[in-house]
């Protein structure tokens, strides 16, 4: 089995004259998003980045008790053991998550299920804390027979912004139970749930290579007859076929691309799932399979599983574990337009150069330097303050943003201290992440120059991170943060482990907990206009990205383009996951450096089809801008991805993505292949988001950029649009290259 080794691969690289700061030669003449306007200014209403209050209305005669947010609503049936039975989200598809309950059950030595949804009468309690809002369940496990089995279950939902903390803890009667499984988390997602990935519960024991990063595994599951199929691109490894190991995966995030998800992972302590039943690893179960009766995923997380051997639970056992959904704010993104900046060995960016970039639509720049990319020894070192002899004139750089409305940020690493600071040299040791040696991980940029070394978050790291944070915060005119290794990793430092034996070998974490601490901590500490960016290749997570405002995706771990851009169902699905974010999708990253140009292109159109940009902004991310520009406010709009049901192509190599709103709808017809083709297109005016009920003209407005990379003709040419609703009409679209078409 392979896993990603985080040293070599895990962060930016940075080829110069790509990702920093280099004069940019092609022309500006699009400037779609005018810098300094209101969008960015503080609104009367905050986002769905800032966490807001629950409202929470309990009915005892229809026996639920309802938490919602403008984003989502969690619904607990009180007849059935306070369980968890709606998930929804107010601007996604399905009218449930969950097709059951979530259901917490054992079986018992015989084979017999005592479940928590057969309590019809568990005691349930409610409180604010703040902004949040706790639940409290205390239930019987119940037998088929309605009988009380004599176990009981307590259950704490803490419902936090984006995500409930769940502590479930199994009340054992005296004596001892015999269980053949052991199971806090039971439920049948709905069957739109369809991609998914998850983070295996593997160590060095199971020969995971040290520090490993634990890429999520990524797997398409669909109801129906089970026919995998091998896309080109290797993305789906687990096309098709059910999850089933015995090792829990320590997060699993369930998606309908571009439309919502959910996710489940566990607690930093993952000694209770992975130890506390019986003392040894692998005896669980995970299991997520299509299934019939309800249609839908059914998934069951076990720490304990066993077709014949009982364990005996002597003692009660607690298991904490988080849900996630991602918060859609139900409106179109602008493609996010970024770049950076560094040192640059003294040549900061000129002013001048600054406002081009204002002119060409940039909304956000980060100064990234976390290496010694000149050799001038004149680098950001992570955790040192402050990092320059010339911090003025970085001052000087995010001031000239600032006034030409361009937002700013600086690089933190979530998990690197460099070696030469006080506090590695102090603390390094305490805080580091390390492996089951006792070994600290040192991450390099080239040679001997190092990043740093990697640091654990169930640490005094934590709070010396933030501290550092809020330093630079506080000094310098910054509108927030960019975090690279924004993600939870396994860590065996003992000393992270609160109850561990003196001398004992660590039983293993990770530092989830703190992490998710770390992202409200940061949108608080920024605010809810202040700048957010994560950066989370192979790990994305609807928990951490929801108090972030852009997400950098797609670094590394997938296959490369070298001679064919992938097919739209070949992408990865970190490529847009679940279109609640504006996401910038790396494009050094996916290109293979000796791609052809029109590879380029081909990115920056699939990138447009799914609704992201590419990262950071490249000449054709521009060059295809003008063809959005009719559309005005692209936030007026809905989005619906490549995937939508109202625009059917005759070509599979050609797709549309839709901006949808009220009376009208603009159709961006994509050809992913390199010749002209004539397609016919059609459209079912009743799937548009927002549907049209009697489509009246149609106009193509534009196309995309000409073979000489200028910009297309402007032409509009009126379209038949009762073909267009009818059988289909036929049109000719460009190849490489993208039309707009609409439709009132
Ligand atoms: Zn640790």
């Known amino acids: 089995m392979e896993m990603q080794?985080?040293?070599?691969?895990?962060?930016?690289?940075?080829?110069?004259?790509?990702?920093?700061?280099?004069?940019?030669?092609?022309?500006?003449?699009?400037i779609l998003n005018s810098p300094g306007l209101a969008a960015d200014q503080p609104g009367p209403k905050p986002g769905s980045t800032w966490p807001q209050a629950y409202s929470v209305q309990e009915d005892n005669g229809a026996g639920t008790l309802v938490l919602s947010t403008p984003y989502y609503t969690v619904e607990h049936d009180l007849k059935k053991g306070g369980a968890i039975a709606r998930i929804k989200l107010t601007h996604g598809k399905a009218a449930n998550l969950?097709?059951?309950?979530?259901?917490?059950?054992?079986?018992?030595?015989?084979?017999?299920?005592?479940?928590?949804?057969?309590?019809?009468?568990?005691?349930?309690?409610?409180?604010?804390?703040?902004?949040?809002?706790?639940?409290?369940?205390?239930?019987?496990?119940?037998?088929?027979?309605?009988?009380?089995s004599g176990l009981r279950l307590k259950t704490t939902f803490e419902y936090r912004w984006g995500y409930v903390k769940i502590h479930k803890e199994f009340i054992i009667p005296a004596g001892s139970f015999k269980a053949l499984e052991v199971c806090p988390f039971s439920t049948t997602l709905a069957p739109s749930l369809t991609d998914y990935g998850y983070r295996e519960g593997l160590t060095e024991e199971e020969r995971a290579p040290p520090f490993s990063f634990g890429?999520?595994?990524?797997?398409?599951?669909?109801?129906?007859?089970?026919?995998?199929?091998?896309?080109?691109?290797?993305?789906?490894?687990?096309?098709?076929?059910?999850l089933q190991t015995r090792y829990v995966p320590r997060s699993m995030i369930f998606v309908d691309p571009g439309v919502e998800g959910l996710e489940?992972?566990?607690?930093?302590?993952?000694?209770?799932?992975?130890?506390?039943?019986?003392?040894?690893?692998?005896?669980?179960?995970?299991?997520?399979?299509?299934?019939?009766?309800?249609?839908?995923?059914?998934l069951a997380v076990s720490p304990f599983w066993s077709a014949d051997a009982t364990t005996a639970l002597t003692k009660d056992c607690a298991f904490d574990f988080y849900l996630a959904v991602p918060l859609l704010e139900g409106h179109a993104h602008k493609p996010w337009l970024h770049t950076s900046f560094n040192r640059n060995q003294g040549n900061w960016v000129p002013a001048e150069e600054i406002r081009r970039w204002a002119e060409k639509g940039y909304q956000t720049v980060h100064c990234h330097n976390d290496g010694d990319y000149y050799d001038d020894g004149l680098f950001w070192r992570d955790g040192s303050y402050p990092p320059y002899p010339d911090m003025d004139r970085y001052?000087?750089?995010?001031?000239?943003?600032?006034?030409?409305?361009?937002?700013?940020?600086?690089?933190?690493?979530?998990?690197?201290?460099?070696?030469?600071?006080?506090?590695?040299?102090?603390?390094?040791?305490?805080?580091?992440?390390?492996?089951?040696?006792?070994?600290?991980?040192?991450?390099?940029?080239?040679?001997?120059?190092?990043?740093?070394?990697?640091?654990?978050?169930?640490?005094?790291?934590?709070?010396?991170?933030?501290?550092?944070?809020?330093?630079?915060?506080?000094?310098h005119p910054l509108d927030g943060v960019y975090y690279d290794w924004n993600v939870a990793l396994f860590c065996c430092n003992p000393l992270h482990e609160a109850d561990h034996a003196a001398n004992a070998p660590a039983q293993g974490h990770w530092d989830i907990d703190e992490l998710l601490n770390l992202m409200e901590w940061t949108r608080n500490r920024v605010g809810p206009n202040g700048l957010v960016i994560v950066h989370n290749t192979t790990t994305p997570m609807f928990a951490t990205e929801n108090f972030s405002d852009y997400v950098v995706a797609t670094e590394w771990g997938y296959k490369k383009w070298a001679d064919r851009a992938p097919d739209l169902q070949d992408l990865?699905?970190?490529?847009?996951?679940?279109?609640?974010?504006?996401?910038?999708?790396?494009?050094?990253?996916?290109l293979d450096s000796k791609a052809p140009q029109r590879l380029h292109r081909l990115f920056a159109l699939e990138a447009f089809l799914g609704g992201v940009a590419p990262w950071p902004a490249s000449a054709e991310t521009f060059e295809l801008l003008p063809l959005l520009k009719p559309l005005g406010d692209l936030a007026?709009?809905?989005?619906?991805?490549?995937?939508?049901?109202?625009?059917?192509?005759?070509?599979?190599?050609?797709?549309?993505?839709?901006?949808?709103?009220?009376?009208?709808?603009?159709?961006?017809?994509?050809?992913?292949?390199?010749?002209?083709?004539?397609?016919?297109?059609?459209?079912?005016?009743?799937?548009?988001?927002?549907?049209?009920?009697?489509?009246?003209?149609?106009?193509?407005?534009?196309?995309?950029?000409?073979?000489?990379?200028?910009?297309?003709?402007?032409?509009?040419?009126?379209?038949?649009?009762?073909?267009?609703?009818?059988?289909?009409?036929?049109?000719?679209?460009?190849?490489?290259?993208?039309?707009?078409?609409?439709?009132?």
């Open 572 to 590: 990865p699905l970190e490529w847009s996951l679940a279109g609640a974010r504006a996401r910038g999708v790396i494009s050094y990253g996916i």
């Open 636 to 744: 007026s709009y809905r989005f619906a991805d490549w995937r939508n049901q109202a625009v059917s192509l005759s070509d599979n190599r050609c797709a549309a993505a839709i901006y949808s709103r009220p009376g009208e709808a603009y159709l961006l017809l994509a050809n992913l292949d390199q010749d002209a083709k004539e397609v016919t297109c059609a459209l079912r005016p009743e799937k548009l988001p927002h549907p049209l009920a009697h489509p009246a003209a149609a106009t193509k407005l534009l196309a995309g950029w000409r073979s000489s990379g200028g910009p297309g003709d402007a032409a509009a040419e009126k379209l038949d649009v009762r073909r267009l609703v009818g059988e289909g009409l036929k049109v000719t679209l460009p190849g490489d290259n993208a039309i707009l078409i609409q439709v009132r």
């Open 98 to 148: 969950l097709v059951r309950p979530i259901e917490t059950r054992l079986l018992d030595a015989d084979g017999a299920v005592l479940s928590d949804l057969r309590d019809t009468a568990p005691k349930v309690t409610h409180r604010r804390a703040g902004l949040n809002e706790i639940v409290t369940v205390e239930c019987a496990l119940v037998d088929q027979q309605g009988r009380a």
């Open 5 to 30: 080794n985080s040293t070599s691969t895990s962060r930016e690289k940075i080829p110069k004259g790509t990702h920093f700061w280099q004069p940019i030669l092609y022309s500006a003449f699009c």
């Open 395 to 475: 001052d000087q750089v995010l001031r000239e943003c600032r006034k030409v409305g361009i937002r700013t940020a600086t690089y933190f690493s979530d998990k690197e201290l460099h070696p030469s600071t006080k506090e590695f040299q102090e603390h390094g040791a305490a805080w580091g992440r390390m492996n089951r040696k006792g070994d600290l991980q040192h991450n390099f940029f080239r040679g001997k120059s190092e990043y740093g070394a990697q640091m654990c978050l169930r640490s005094g790291w934590l709070e010396f991170l933030k501290s550092s944070i809020d330093r630079v915060l506080k000094n």
């Open 215 to 242: 890429s999520n595994r990524w797997g398409r599951l669909r109801l129906g007859p089970l026919t995998p199929t091998l896309s080109p691109s290797g993305r789906g490894e687990g096309e098709g076929r059910p």
């Open 264 to 298: 489940w992972f566990m607690g930093s302590d993952l000694s209770q799932w992975d130890l506390q039943l019986t003392g040894r690893r692998g005896q669980g179960q995970c299991l997520v399979q299509p299934s019939q009766d309800p249609p839908g995923l059914a």
